[in-house]
């Protein structure tokens, strides 16, 4: 932001977006809006394929998941028309100088300014790249894995999850929650070995959304789920679960943030049936049970191998 403090007079002159902004951009006015993947509020949307509409001059902040940067500036390049300008800004210890080798290609760049360890570069885009080329997919059992730049399990099955599905206990089948659902492996799995189960599941970022939707789909759930676009379980319908199910996030950037996960737990008890179970897989580091133990009447590790612990939570 301080980067492009030195430019307010250009940016406040035309109508300008601003795309995955760290903060709030402090002058934004009515020719100004700002769009960012995570939810802001605690509305919950069911996932569509998103439009990112351009104005006169577009900014870019370098994304902290790198390789989520192209796929941006695909999404902004589909809508640039005419004189419209895009402007990519980002800190140089984020990665900001290595952007033209990272372009492969896509786009033209020229740096139009550098300070205080940032740099700020205007982009001209090339045609020839499709949506497809950002998706990966694979195999995990049975099941077809897709997802998008910067999901969580987006390549491979992580280690967290691999380990609480090895000791996932015995569920009744019912209606299932699941919080972060990442690229959908876990809720396809859990669809799968319970047919009559239902699940709902939400995540904060829309690209992992879009995953988890997009997995459920070529497996043929998708009927049995609904995948949410939410920043906190309390917007989703006011249901209760047999059980809650869920590798619960706990970074955010290079930060280490507890507070989202936290949040949930202290409302998991209220969310579930009497009798209904609360799973969930987490490094040994990381203790809940402060917080989870003043809910339910037990609270027992079922599992701790490769650097993790499957929890089970009975209320």
């Known amino acids: 932001l301080q980067m492009l403090e030195r430019h307010r007079p250009e940016l ?10 760290p903060d709030s951009i402090p002058w934004l006015s009515n020719n100004s809006k700002s769009f960012s993947l995570n939810a802001i509020s605690t509305s919950p949307l069911k996932p569509k394929q998103a439009t990112w509409p351009t104005a006169e001059l577009n900014v870019l902040f370098y994304p902290k998941a790198k390789e989520r940067l192209l796929w941006w500036l695909y999404q902004i390049q589909q809508s640039l028309s005419g004189t419209q300008q895009l402007w990519v800004v980002g800190e140089n ?9 990272r372009l492969k290609g896509m786009f033209e760049c020229e740096k139009i300014d550098t300070a205080r360890h940032c740099a700020l570069f205007v982009l001209t885009p090339k045609p020839g790249v499709t949506i497809e080329d950002f998706w990966t997919h694979y195999q995990h059992n ?4 897709s997802a998008l730049p910067g999901v969580f399990s987006a390549k491979k099955l992580d280690t967290g999850t691999s380990v609480l599905l090895e000791h996932l206990p015995d569920l009744k089948s019912g209606d299932f929650l699941e919080m972060g659902c990442g690229s959908g492996v876990l809720a396809a799995e859990l669809l799968t070995r319970y047919p ?3 699940l709902d599941t939400y995540d904060v970022d829309l690209l992992a959304v879009e995953s988890a939707q997009a997995t459920l789909n070529a497996n043929k759930l998708a009927q049995r789920a609904n995948v949410y ?3 906190d379980a309390t917007a989703l319908p ?17 930060r280490t943030e507890y507070g989202p996960t936290e949040t949930f737990f202290s ?22 049970q402060t917080i989870i133990k003043a809910q339910f009447k037990s609270v027992t590790v079922i599992a701790q191998t490769k650097g993790f612990k499957v929890y089970e939570a009975i209320k």
């Open 142 to 145: 049975e099941l077809s894995i």
């Open 12 to 21: 406040e002159a035309v109508s300008c977006h601003y795309f995955d902004a």
């Open 93 to 101: 210890d984020g990665g900001i100088k290595s952007l033209a080798k």
């Open 229 to 231: 676009w939410s920043a």
């Open 238 to 254: 006011p249901k209760t679960y047999q059980a809650i199910v869920t590798n619960p996030p706990f970074h955010k950037g290079i």
């Open 267 to 288: 409302q998991a008890s209220d969310r579930l049936v009497r009798g209904g179970k609360l799973v969930w897989v987490a490094n040994d580091f990381l203790n809940y």
């Open 196 to 198: 009559q189960a239902h």
